[in-house]
């Protein structure tokens, strides 16, 4: 199982940003997809997930400015980021839960400059 994810990027406070999660080696709509931000010296954050059967779930920080969604031809996991604040600057991650091992991206870089 690989997930690449990419999209992030310099942004402006207010601005938006999607990021993509392409998973190859298993399909989305049988093991779900999580997004999570690393920041420095903090701990790993689950931002969102989209699980296989369909539902989706956001953290409360960012609900209302992030989006999760799929497309299953693409076997795709967006993050739309809408609103961007500086405190969202971090590494974003995708992963994958697959028989009990889970599979990590090796992440996008999102900075939102003030």
């Known amino acids: 199982v690989q997930l690449q994810a990419s999209g992030g990027g310099l942004v402006q406070a207010g601005g938006s940003l999607r990021l993509s999660c392409v998973v190859s080696?298993?399909?989305?709509?049988?093991?779900?997809v999580a997004w999570y931000r690393q920041t420095p010296g903090n701990q790993r954050e689950w931002i969102a997930t989209f699980a296989a059967g369909g539902a989706n779930n956001v953290a409360d920080s960012v609900k209302g400015r992030f989006d999760i969604s799929r497309d299953i031809a693409a076997n795709t996991v967006y993050l739309q980021m809408m609103r961007l604040e500086s405190e969202d600057t971090g590494v974003y991650l995708c992963s994958c839960l697959r028989r009990s091992v889970s599979y990590w991206g090796q992440g996008t870089q999102v900075t939102v400059s003030s």
């Open positions: 080696g298993t399909l989305i709509t049988t093991n779900g």
